[in-house]
């Protein structure tokens, strides 16, 4: 029995190791920047545009901004910011997003986002794809975004826009083939 044991309690650990290589994989440190978890979520077939989120921790003195991003899975990507208007979703491109010194900045459903459009294929569950993100001070900086389920969520915030509300995209500009 001693002997099974320990086989269980071995295999387990060899099975869970690669996760737990995963997971650590998720933080890129850049100078005093920490970038946590980059993901976007799997389309449906056909899909032309997805969208990117993750933390940045700034753990220096000086502020730093998130300028633009990139990823090979797109033609283009570009940093949104979504807000409500009168019920109504809208959502805009910004030049850039302050990351605080000593705090941290978070992309995430219903907020700052990065827009991936003209999608080169579907993003399936599971995969990862990669990416850059370019900061003012920090400069470019690799990263790796992990493909969550379509109807993934962040964690729960204060201030988050509700999902389902209606979206204005009237003042985007749409790439037309």
Known sequence: MFTIARIAAVTACIALAPGLAHAHEH?????????????????????????????????GAAPDRLISASAEISDKADIHEVGMKDG??????????????????????????????GLKRPLKEGETFPGSLTF??????AVEYTVEGMGAAAPSMPGTADPAAPMDHGGMEHMHH
């Open 27 to 59: 933080i890129v440190k850049a100078g005093s920047l920490e970038i946590i978890h980059p993901w976007s979520r799997a389309t449906p077939g056909g899909a032309k545009v997805a969208a990117g989120y993750v933390t940045v921790e700034n753990k």
């Open 88 to 117: 109504v979703m809208s959502m805009k491109r910004v030049d850039g997003i302050a990351v605080p010194a000593g705090g941290s900045l978070t992309l995430k459903p219903g907020s700052y986002h990065v827009m991936f459009t």
């Open 136 to 141: 003012e001070k920090a400069g470019k900086i």
